[in-house]
């Protein structure tokens, strides 16, 4: 947070528009410029933009969708909240789904599927892409609703909570699949304090216009016109055509994010960076250390969370070290605990051992601080504070 910001928002508070208009607009518009997607529609958080478009696709009571594991609950939440069964699959080393536990989980029930960019790491979209266009697979698709038909295959539905600037085979994060949804929470490289985005990216002959509309109606009760639309000479009548939601994003949330965007590609991804390099390098002397991959021919991360891994340790040495870099004040984080150890889903039956490679990434992870004013002293401490805490719990 700093002037820019500040004037942003106060121009916002002045103008006379708070709630969704202008700025929310222009936000979308140059969302869809940096990621390369058709459309962009700002929503309220990341939560309501993957809902929204489940419930557009018509994902109901019966069907199925197949989810990493290894996520934040939102991923599977949203799913309950349709009436649809969550699928968990395991995920591979580098923290994202794996194509073969997809491919194993695949019914006819199948409607989406759902992976998960963790840390800002994107996911093998195009393998992804490939397998869901499958002669075999596309056989076992049952349609039910005019999109499920019209697409005629399950629908890839990316959560790039974590991603966006991401970049896989050239293609930013935001156009790799079918439709991709980013979040603008408080924690993430670019935040508006809450708030999300949905990118459509949909094959033809889908509509995006059309889409667009549809869903801007959806997040505002269904209303068949937002309140910036009915500023025009005579445009205060409109329709209610569904039961819809409340998940429009404000311009005082927007201001925000224009000056992010304008910023963030040449600012904070180089800061973030620059932090992960440091990180990368100081832990590389240690035989210990398991380095998180963040670049490579292919892919490029978005810095996001940096996934230290602490090789040969149990579950409970990895907690045990995580006391003691907090005995040394430096406070550290583990993302995530695997779904199916939590206790809803752990209720529903779940079992972790079915999910080996998700355990074991979690039972050694430890997450090191990542933030735009992390200075290259403050990250030296925290070198130190995770050497020492290791060394004191395993020796080394």
């Not at 309220?44 to 993957?50: R, V």
């Not at 309950?80 to 995920?91: I, M």
């Not at 992960?276 to 978005?302: L, V």
């Amino acid at each position: 947070m700093d002037q820019r910001i500040v004037d942003e928002v106060v121009d916002t508070l002045y103008s006379g528009w708070i709630t969704t208009g202008p700025k929310t607009k222009k936000f979308e518009k140059l969302l869809s410029e940096y990621g390369g997607q058709k459309v962009t529609l700002c929503v309220s958080s990341a939560s309501a933009g993957l809902e929204l478009m489940l419930r557009w696709f018509g994902v109901t009571e019966g069907d199925e969708v197949i989810v990493p594991a290894y996520t934040y609950s939102a991923t599977a939440n949203v799913v309950v909240h349709c009436g649809a069964k969550v699928v968990f699959v395991d995920v591979g080393t580098d923290f994202n789904i794996s194509i073969k536990a997809i491919e194993k989980a695949i019914t006819p029930r199948t409607k989406v599927i759902m992976p998960v960019d963790i840390a800002g790491w994107p996911c093998d979209y195009n393998e992804i892409n490939a397998l869901v266009q499958r002669a075999d697979i596309l056989r076992l698709f049952q349609p039910a609703t005019k999109e499920q038909h019209l697409l005629n295959r399950i629908l890839v539905l990316s959560d790039a909570a974590h991603s966006i600037g991401g970049q896989y085979r050239g293609k930013r994060v935001g156009n790799l699949t079918d439709v991709t949804v980013y979040s603008f929470h408080a924690v993430k490289n670019l935040t508006t304090a809450e708030g999300g985005a949905v990118c459509l990216n949909l094959p033809e002959p889908f509509d995006h216009t059309a889409i667009y509309r549809d869903l801007n109606a959806k997040s505002l009760h269904g209303q068949t016109k937002d309140a910036l639309a009915k500023t025009q000479i005579g445009g205060w009548r409109y329709d209610i055509i569904e039961p819809g939601y409340k998940y429009n994003m404000t311009d005082i949330q927007a201001s925000i994010g224009l000056v992010e965007l304008s910023r963030y590609e040449d600012d904070m991804l180089v800061r973030r960076k620059q932090i992960f390099d440091r990180y990368s390098a100081a832990f590389s002397r240690h035989a210990w250390a398991q380095i998180p991959q963040y670049e490579s021919h292919d892919k490029k991360s978005s810095f996001h969370v940096f996934l230290l891994r602490i090789k040969g340790v149990t579950e409970t040495q990895r907690d045990q070290i995580i006391r003691e870099i907090f005995s040394r004040e430096v406070a550290v984080n583990v993302h995530f605990v695997p779904l199916p150890m939590m206790t809803y889903y752990h209720n529903q039956g779940y079992e972790i051992k079915d999910y080996p490679v998700a355990y074991d990434n979690y039972s050694r992870e430890i997450s090191l601080p990542v933030y735009y004013d992390l200075t290259n002293e403050m990250a030296d401490t925290v070198v130190a504070a995770v050497e020492e805490s290791v060394r004191s719990v395993i020796g080394e």
